[in-house]
């Protein structure tokens, strides 16, 4: 824009260019409303542009100022007692008509558009987008002849006021503000709706009026800082001007309407529809339901008494665990097989599933409490610190040490109830009755405090109570996962500070274990020595009965008496048909040409098993099923596919023991996660009349096996509920005897709390009465835990001719639901 001069200017009176709005607000603060500059060695001044519904012509004798710099501003109360002016001197307009207007402002009634919430010396960076003002722009009054400029003119009252047209700064909050403003985030104010001028009154006599001095409202000097955010005024009648590069605006809430004050830093509040209802003031309608999606929080409860979910809670608190930690790994099983279908990004399914069983409350040992948890033994192993969390062991889902505030006669103190050890800090494990913990902290940035979790180490080695220690390995099938291991009482025998590797003081405390209680982590490091090398086992009678037909050794071990081993067999992996295996129907096959994958709805073995891949990609079984059909000789897929396991063989160290009381059993050298396959049961298949009575080593499917709480709740995850037929597979015809022909399943006792269950398998043919019979571990199993299953109730089988009935016998699992027992 050109720059013109006035021809006569006056004394004491600064003439000035017009420049645009946009260059002069970021250089010339000024309360809201007023633009002004004061050059050196001049007297102050206010130049005030023609805003608002008094925007027109001018008899003044003031030069014109185009009206493209006008914006929508309302008049403000006269409260002025001293009236200085200013000359203007600017281009005109291109049709030659003078726009220039000046109205009455005040502080106590700034408008807020757009163009005027800038004031004080800005805050670098992006600044915020402002609506525009709610008053629109009134028509512009006819030009005016031109009159000398003048040094002063008399009050001009405001004009009359709309109600609904003209907001103010004025609220409950900001009259207690004064004086110089504190640094920091300046307060929110709310706007107020006050009464404005109707159009028809509108008086075009502009008013020309000096800078008012501090006020309540606004000081005259702004400390620097982020500027005031001024919300919109819950009056909704009126609809704003927005231009189309503006953000959707923020809709009102009636618990962050009345906010006023300094906000406090962190994440901002979301703006909620609140007893107002949606309008054309912001452009947008939230339905009544979408509300409650705005809401930040805890997730919603599940109310489990709608849905029809078997009880997992029972008058033994270990049944009761077992239980929970079998339905959580349930749900992040499934989870785990729908994301593989919808083939998305990797995510914790664990912590998913915990958090569905948290909201719906399927969880035990809610309070904290120092000393044993009922319901978890010593020994017992978790692949997620989430399920410590479900079943009362140690609450903390990241941090290492868990404690609680414990009165101690008239005193209250926050002691250590459990930690963690998993490998983070710098923890002495050598030895498997001694722990040298290292306390919390960025010990690595600076010295640790004694504050949290370090002043509850330090509190309870004055108090002396017991602390659960949780200690872990790693996962030998998962190179980036743990196995943590519950290994007992521990308490803490001293404690000292020392100069960590970074420099900086790290706590140290020494916990020794309780005496009396079973072995933890000292199997895990016999075991891991025994898989290096299986002749270090002692009381070693065999290393490997079976002779190399197993892809690993199992050992032969007796630590109870002399017996040297069990009857004679013959150890086979196959299972043997009466009749020809070729006279069998086949299994039609797939067409995959690699691998089987999920969601792939031309695979035929797929759709075979209700849809689903029954495995996952490391080999665990989802879901217990009536019939598992597993990629057979006639798919074109290879042997890597995901759905050949049983197939394959154990992969296991297994080691045949002596029992006390039950004979030969078998366990594990290796830990077995749930839903890992164990073993196939190999023998010779006979006619179900030619059973021997003194044939100990036969399977057959009972006739009514107990319901099996091994599945997941599909109510959980909105999928429809499962069918007891469809959990549990049917009685088969198939009988096989595994005396003179077998494998390691053959040494599988019962239990009438089980460890281990039975899936029917098909792979190389299509007769559904006679498959494979494959074991499943239904829970995780430490080392050294013996693995069985549940033979089925009691029941008789006609025997051969003259061999009478096989009758049931006693039960000596010693589980606390012992049926006494089974046949």
Not at 99 to 113: K, R, Y
Not at 279 to 305: F, N
Not at 597 to 602: A, F, R, T, W
């Amino acid at each position: 824009m050109a720059q013109q001069t006035a021809s006569a200017p006056l004394d004491d009176t600064a003439v000035l260019d017009a420049k645009p709005l946009r260059t002069l607000t970021p250089m010339f603060p000024a309360p809201l409303g007023l633009h002004t500059f004061t050059p050196q060695n001049s007297p102050s001044f206010v130049c005030v542009t023609p805003f608002g519904p008094y925007a027109g012509g001018t008899a003044l004798g003031t030069a014109a100022v185009p009206s493209t710099f006008a914006a929508p501003t309302p008049a403000a109360e006269p409260s002025q007692t001293q009236l200085h002016t200013a000359t203007m001197n600017g281009a005109a307009q291109a049709n030659g008509t003078a726009a220039a207007v000046n109205s009455l402002v005040s502080p106590s009634q700034t408008p807020l558009s757009a163009g005027l919430l800038e004031s004080g010396k800005r805050k670098r960076g992006r600044p915020k987008r402002v609506p525009d003002a709610t008053v629109p722009l009134a028509p512009s009054a006819p030009p005016a002849a031109t009159v000398p400029p003048v040094t002063s003119l008399p009050l001009v009252p405001s004009a009359p006021q709309e109600s609904g047209k003209i907001v103010s700064l004025t609220s409950a909050a900001t009259p207690q503000e004064s004086g110089k403003r504190k640094r920091g985030r300046p307060k929110r104010v709310q706007d107020v709706p006050v009464p404005g001028p109707p159009a028809s009154q509108v008086d075009s006599t502009p008013v020309v009026q000096t800078l008012p001095g501090p006020t309540v409202h606004e000081p005259s000097t702004r400390k620097r800082g982020r500027p005031k955010r001024l919300q919109d005024s819950l009056d909704i009648s009126t609809s704003p001007i927005h231009s189309k590069s503006d953000p959707p605006p923020q809709l009102p809430s009636a618990a962050t309407s009345p906010e006023s004050g300094k906000r406090k830093r962190g994440r901002p509040k979301r703006m909620l529809d609140g007893s107002a209802t949606p309008s054309s003031h912001s452009g947008y309608s939230i339905e009544d339901d979408a509300v409650d999606t705005l809401k930040r929080g805890r997730p919603k409860k599940i109310d489990t008494s709608l849905l029809q979910l078997p009880s997992l809670f029972s008058d033994d608190p270990r049944e009761t665990a077992d239980n929970v930690l079998m339905m959580f790994d349930a749900l992040r099983r499934r989870l785990v097989q729908l994301d593989d279908v919808k083939q998305v990004a990797k995510q914790q399914h664990n912590l998913k599933a915990g958090s569905i069983m948290t909201n719906a409350e399927l969880r035990v040992n809610k309070n904290k409490r120092i000393g044993e948890v009922p319901g978890v033994e010593v020994g017992d192993m978790f692949y997620f610190r989430i399920e410590m969390c479900l079943v009362g062991l140690n609450s903390q889902s990241m941090a290492g040490i868990d404690y609680l505030s414990a009165k101690f006669s008239n005193e209250e103190d926050p002691v250590a109830i459990s930690v963690v050890s998993a490998g983070v800090y710098d923890n002495t494990e050598d030895d498997p009755d001694v722990l040298v913990y290292s306390g919390q902290g960025m010990s690595g940035k600076d010295d640790q405090k004694l504050e949290r979790g370090n002043l509850a180490l330090e509190r309870s080695l004055l108090r002396g109570n017991p602390i659960r220690v949780i200690r872990s390995v790693k996962d030998l099938n998962c190179p980036t996962g743990k196995i943590y291991i519950y290994d007992g009482l521990y308490k803490i025998k001293e404690a000292w500070t020392e100069k960590g590797k970074s420099g900086f003081n790290v706590f140290k405390h020494k916990l020794l274990r309780e005496p009396g209680q079973p072995d933890g982590i000292a199997v895990w490091k016999k075991t891991e020595k025994w898989r290096e090398n299986p002749s270090s086992r002692d009381h070693i009678i065999l290393l490997d009965i079976s002779y190399g037909v197993e892809s690993k050794p199992i050992c032969l071990v007796n630590e109870v008496d002399d017996d040297k081993g069990p009857t004679h067999f013959t150890y086979t992996t196959k299972l043997t048909y009466g009749n020809s295996l070729s006279s069998m129907r086949k299994m039609q096959g797939c067409k995959c040409t690699s691998v089987c994958l999920p969601g792939d709805n031309s695979c035929s073995c797929m759709h075979r098993n209700a849809g689903d891949l029954p495995y996952s990609a490391s080999g665990i079984l989802v879901s217990r099923m009536p019939m598992l059909y597993e990629c057979n000789d006639s798919c074109t897929c290879s042997q890597n596919c995901r759905n050949r396991v049983v197939q394959k063989g154990t992969q296991i160290h297994f080691e045949v023991f002596k029992t006390g009381d039950r004979g030969w059993g078998l366990r594990s050298w290796d830990p077995i996660r749930a839903g890992t396959f164990i073993c196939e049961y190999a023998g010779v298949i006979i006619d179900r009349n030619s059973v021997n009575g003194e044939d100990d080593y036969i399977f057959e499917t009972p006739p009514s096996e107990q319901n099996l709480r091994w599945n997941y709740a599909p109510e959980l995850l909105g999928e429809p509920s499962l069918s007891d037929s469809n959990e549990t597979p049917k009685q088969l015809p198939i009988v096989i005897s595994a005396k003179r022909t077998g494998n390691v399943a053959r040494f599988l006792n019962h239990s009438c709390s089980p460890n281990v269950f039975w899936q029917p398998v098909l792979y190389d043919h299509a007769d559904e009465g006679y498959p494979h019979i494959a074991f499943f571990a239904i829970k995780h199993i430490p080392p050294m835990t013996e693995l069985t299953y549940d033979y089925g109730q009691s029941h008789s089988i006609q025997l051969g001719s003259g061999s009478g009935c096989r009758k049931s016998k006693n039960c000596l699992c010693w589980s606390r639901k012992c049926r006494g027992s089974f046949g």
